[in-house]
C-alpha cells in the first residue's frame, strides 16, 4: 500500500455577501448626494449625474427625493438622531448621513419602517451597522414624529432674525414644508399657456402642475418657468427698443424677458456648459439674443447701452425653497466672497450704460451685504446713478418697493398666493450728460 496522503481538507466555502434588498441602489445614491452636498458644498442638481450614475429614472428620481427631503428636514432629523446616540455622531459620520436617508423615508416620504432600514444597512456594511440599526429602531419604537413646520438650521435663523426679524423666520419656517408653486413667464400676452392664476402680465401660476414638459404651450416654446420675483429686474427694465446687456445671463429666464420686450439682446455667461442651456432655452422659445461665453471681469461691450441687467451671482439663499441646500452652503465667508464679486461686477457695469440709461442690480439672495449694503456702496462712489423706485403698477399686488426705493422680497412675501424667491432689486439711472 502506498503512503497515505492526507486527505484534502475540503475549502471552507467563501462567505457570500447576502444580495442588497432591491432599492438599496436608490439609498447608495441619496447617501452620496447628500455627502456631496454637505461635506463638499456642491449644489444638489449639479451633484445628481456622478451620485446617481447607471441607476434608472425611476430609482434617480427617489434618490433626488430622499435627498432632497433630508435636506428640508436636516435639523429636525439630527435632533431626533442626537436624542437617540450617547454622544452625538460627528457631522459627516457615515452613520449619521445612513441614519437621516432611513428617517426621512419613514418620518416624511411614508416608507415603511422595515423597508427604509433594509435598504440603509447595506450602506454601513462593515462599519457602524449595529448603531444605525439600534437608533434607528430606538426611535421608530418611540413613534418619534418631524415638526409639521420644519426647523431652520441655526446659523440661518439667527442671521436671518438679527436681519429681518422673527415673522420672516417662521414664514421660512414655514415655506420650506410646502412644495412651491410653480410660476411661468409668458412670451407675449397671447402665447399658449396653461390655465393658472395670474399675479402680473404675462405670467402663470400653477399649483400642482404636471411635469413641465408636459404643459401646454412647453413644445411651441410659448413660456419658460421662472419664479414671479424672479421676473421682476427685467419687468423693471421695461420695454425696447434699444441695446441692452444681461452681464450673467444663464439659463436665460431674463434674456428671455428681454428679447420678448423688444430689447437686442447680449447675454454674457462665464460658463460654457450654461451658456449651452441659454442657446436650448433661446432655441426652444425662438427668441433672439446674441450670447457671448466670457468673464465679465476682463470683457468690455464696444458700445455704450441703453439698458444693463445684472443678476449677480450670489449665495441664492432666497431660492432655498426650491434649493434646500443653500442654506447649508450660505456661510458667512461665501457671503462676503459674493458681495466682493458683484461690488466688482457693478464697478464694471456701470462704466458701459450710456448717460440716461438704467441699470438693473439683482440677487436672489437674502443676506443684506449682497443687496441694500451692496447699494449703499454702489450710490457712495457713483454718484451719477440715481435710485428710480418701481411705479404704480409695475410690481404685483402684494410686493411694493420699500422706503430706499428697492424691491425687497422676503420669506413672507405673497404668502396667501403661494409665497416667491427671495430677491434684493434695485432700479438705477445714470444721470444724463
Ligand atoms: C444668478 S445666475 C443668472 C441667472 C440668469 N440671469 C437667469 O435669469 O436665468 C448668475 C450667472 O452668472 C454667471 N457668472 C458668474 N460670474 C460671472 C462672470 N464673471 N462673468 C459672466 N458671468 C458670470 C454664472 O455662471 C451664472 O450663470
Redesign the pocket.
Known sequence: MGPMLPSAKPHAAPKRRPADPPGTAARRAALRLLDAVLRRGDPLEAALPAATRGLEGADRGLAHAIAAEALRRLPDLDALIDSATRQPLPEDAKARTALRVALVQTLALGTPPHAAIATVLPLVDGGPRKLVHGVFGALTRAGAVLPEVPSLPLAVAERWRANWGDAVVAAGAAAIAAPPPLDLTLASPAAAAPEGVSLAPDHRRLVDAAPVTQLNGYAEGAWWV?DIA?SL??RLIGRGPGRAL????????????LAAAGWDVTA????PS??AR?HE?LARTRLPATVVI??????SPSEPMDAL?L????S?TGIFRRHPEVLYRAHAGLIKEMAA?QA??LDRAAAWVRPGGCLVY???SLEPEEGEEQMKRFLADNPDYAVVPPKAGELPTGIEANSDGYVRTLPGTLADVGGCDGFFIARLVRASA
Do not use: F, V
Request: hydrophobic share 50%; proline share 7%.
Open positions: 421662472q424672479a429686474p427685467a444681461d452681464l450673467c445671463a444663464a439659463p436665460g429666464g431674463k434674456t428671455m424677458q454674457l455667461e462665464i460658463a450654461r451658456a441659454l432655452n466670457a468673464d465679465a471681469l476682463d470683457w441687467l443678476d449677480a451671482p450670489c441664492a464679486l466688482r461686477l439683482a440677487t436672489c
